[in-house]
């Protein structure tokens, strides 16, 4: 199973962008998915999640600025940031919970995106 992230760059604060995370793979189903954030010597914190049903969760600094969904079809998540901050300067990984097909049935794993950049000047 792999997971494409594409969407980050330079933008200037008070402006948007949308990061999409696309997985592939032998996936039997997905649970959560979800956007993680990592600062230079800060730790690795949640931004968003979206369960299978769709209900969200977003960390209390980007609430009413940053929307998360998903495409089940495509099985893919979107991170649509507005209002940006120079503090949401990070590089931005995706996270999917979900059951791999096996040979002997399903495995439920974790797995990360590759990580994507995305820095906002003030």
């Known amino acids: 199973v792999q997971l494409q992230a594409s969407g980050g760059g330079l933008v200037q604060a008070g402006g948007s962008l949308r990061l999409d995370c696309a997985a592939s793979g032998n996936i039997a189903s997905i649970n959560t998915m979800g956007w993680y954030r990592q600062a230079p010597g800060n730790q690795r914190e949640l931004v968003a999640f979206i369960t299978s049903g769709g209900s969200t969760n977003y960390a209390d600094s980007v609430k009413g600025r940053f929307s998360i969904s998903r495409d089940n079809v495509k099985n893919t998540v979107f991170l649509t940031m507005n209002s940006l901050k120079p503090e949401d300067t990070a590089v931005y990984y995706c996270?999917?919970?979900?059951?791999?097909?096996?040979?002997?049935?399903?495995?439920?794993?974790?797995?990360w995106g590759q990580g994507t950049q995305v820095t906002v000047s003030s």
């Open positions: 996270n999917v919970d979900a059951y791999r097909r096996t040979s002997y049935g399903r495995l439920r794993e974790t797995w």
